[in-house]
């Protein structure tokens, strides 16, 4: 494969490629797929969690811990991490119940 061929496929690879968008202490999902039987693969659940996460190892490996059992861990691909939506919804109800105090107060 000649130079240039490589840079056109690392560009085009490249193209797509984007920053973890995780934090460490942030609270995840784990994608875990499973088949249980006699039930049926859409009604199972595919998504497990929350997690927390411990640290980012590189771009693409997170160590993670359960929130209710933290004693174990896992280093996992990030590609089946989801960010938890709880996390997002508790700050912004943390920042509105503090704007309305300040006006109650004022």
């Not at 056109?8 to 984007?18: E, G």
């Not at 994608?31 to 199972?44: F, M, N, Q």
């Not at 590189?58 to 359960?66: P, V």
């Not at 174990?72 to 089946?80: A, E, M, P, S, T």
Request: aromatic residues 8%; charged residues 30%.
């Amino acid at each position: 494969m000649d130079k240039k061929a490589a840079k056109r496929m690392k560009a085009h690879c490249d193209r797509n490629a984007t920053l973890s968008p995780f934090l460490e202490g942030g609270l995840v999902y784990l994608y875990y797929p499973r088949r249980v039987t006699g039930i049926s693969a859409k009604l199972t659940t595919r998504w497990e969690g929350p997690y927390k996460v411990v640290n980012l190892i590189n771009d693409c490996s997170a160590r993670k811990e359960r929130v209710d059992n933290p004693s174990k861990k896992l280093i996992v691909h990030i590609d089946r991490l989801a960010r938890c939506p709880a996390e997002e919804a508790n700050v912004n109800k943390q920042d509105d119940m503090r704007n309305a105090w300040l006006l109650f107060v004022q």
